[in-house]
């Protein structure tokens, strides 16, 4: 079978990652109660994400697919859903399961690095919604529209910074609509900001 056969089969079948990572969800979610359950202590060290994030460094990948409870899951894996199938219709199999981690895992640092400069007490996060939004944001940027907006703008003559100036506000406006109290906030911005980032210059494509 060539490179190109195997290529296109992967991208022929989007359901398998995004089946795949909601199944991770409510395995390493289903661990993080039950950690819970017997000892505090052991389910924050095994999935928290907290800092210093380098001392425990395997927190960056279970802190994104551990969730607090099971609304917290269900929001995430519905949004995870609908955004991913196009993603992951449009990408490799390898190449979505890549972008849901990293992404997952910037805006969970950003979470509790920025989030540490507000609250000195120390923040801990779990949760996809990092990776959701980013799924999201990369769906909306690479939308056809997205390409007709961007002609637009330099027909107009307005400055790339202008525009990326926009598309800030623009990500920190949806992540405040769509973030209930208590939520990740900074996480959801630097979710979306890195989807739009990535759709912008199609970086998962293949």
Do not use: K
């Amino acid at each position: 079978m060539s490179s190109r056969t195997a290529s296109t089969r992967s991208r022929s079948t989007p359901l398998r990652p995004v089946v795949e990572t909601l199944a991770a969800m409510a395995v390493v979610s289903g661990a993080f109660w039950l950690a819970g359950v017997v000892a505090g202590p052991l389910a924050r060290l095994l999935f928290v994400l907290s800092t210093p994030a380098l001392a425990r460094p395997w927190t960056l990948a279970t802190s994104v697919y551990a969730h607090a409870g099971l609304g917290h899951l269900l929001a995430n894996a519905v949004v995870v859903a609908v955004a991913g199938l196009p993603v992951a219709a449009s990408t490799t199999r390898a190449r979505f399961h890549a972008f849901v981690l990293a992404t997952g895992a910037i805006a969970g640092l950003a979470q509790v690095w920025l989030g540490g400069l507000l609250f000195p007490g120390g923040v801990g996060v779990v949760g996809s919604s990092g990776a959701a939004f980013a799924l999201v944001g990369y769906v909306v940027a690479a939308n056809p529209a997205a390409d007709a907006l961007g002609r637009l703008a330099r027909r107009l003559g307005v400055s790339p910074r202008v525009v990326v100036g926009a598309v800030a506000v623009l990500a920190l406006l949806v992540a405040v609509a769509f973030s209930g109290p208590g939520s990740a906030l900074i996480a959801h911005f630097v979710g979306l900001a890195c989807g739009l980032g990535a759709g912008r210059t199609r970086l998962l494509r293949v």
